[in-house]
């Protein structure tokens, strides 16, 4: 089944709790947090994680958009976060590995992400350990930005690679997934899709989240 996971980036952060409730039929809730640093654009930390986790029960997919995530990552999962994902572009392999070994100290799943410059092939290190690989379909640090179709042949390698090296990874794409360009992520191999403004943009979130899922 496809999971769709509404990022709060694209929520009223005055109402944060409120826009939380209004996405409670999706399946995972997406978190993203940017430190001004490896992106231009700064979010959250780790207080609003922890507010999350006391306001919903709801599965929260943290994206961390930051450098040298392994300094972060057991207050991340301490604030809460059931899965942790890390930017491969954001260190050096040994602190991917640090940072993947950190997780799996703290018990939180384990994701990967690829920003649209990185190849398909820079997952293989470490596809069998991971949780997550999540495509990323525009340039990380900012909503509202056009689903960039160049990365469909990206995801449709990496499912393949999934599907040879660890069956039970999901598959996620975050950027400009909108309904026309949903069926398309899951035509190449998603299972998990991220949508900000095409839910929360939505009259009727519960309806947008249906519709992402092709169920309407």
């Known amino acids: 089944m496809i999971k769709i996971a509404p990022s709060i980036l694209s929520a009223d952060f005055a109402n944060l709790g409120r826009d939380v409730q ?6 995972w809730l997406h978190v993203d947090v940017m430190d001004g640093m490896f992106v231009s654009n ?6 609003v994680v922890k507010s999350l986790r006391k306001a919903t029960d709801m599965f ?28 491969l572009e954001s260190d050096m392999p040994p602190g991917i590995r640090a940072a993947l070994d950190a997780m799996d100290k703290k018990g939180v799943k384990k994701g990967i992400v690829l920003r649209p410059i990185t190849s398909a092939e820079a997952v293989l290190p470490y596809i069998k350990d991971v949780d ?3 495509v990323m379909t525009v340039e990380p640090g900012f ?29 996620e794409v975050d950027g400009g997934v909108d309904p026309k360009t949903a069926p398309l992520c899951i035509q190449a191999g998603a299972d998990v899709l991220v949508a900000g403004s095409a839910v929360y943009g ?7 989240i249906r519709t992402l899922r092709g169920e309407i």
């Open 42 to 47: 700064i979010s959250i930390g780790v207080p």
């Open 143 to 171: 909503g509202g930005q056009k689903f960039m179709e160049d990365q469909l042949p990206k995801i449709a390698a990496i499912r393949k690679y999934i599907e040879e090296f660890n069956p039970n990874c999901h598959l």
């Open 60 to 87: 929260l997919d943290v994206h961390l958009m930051i450098e040298k995530p392994v300094r972060y990552i057991d207050a991340f999962a301490d604030a809460g976060a059931d899965l942790l994902s890390i930017h």
């Open 202 to 208: 939505a009259a009727d979130p519960a309806e947008a």
């Open 132 to 134: 997550l690989i999540l």
């Open 22 to 27: 209004r996405v409670s039929t999706a399946d």
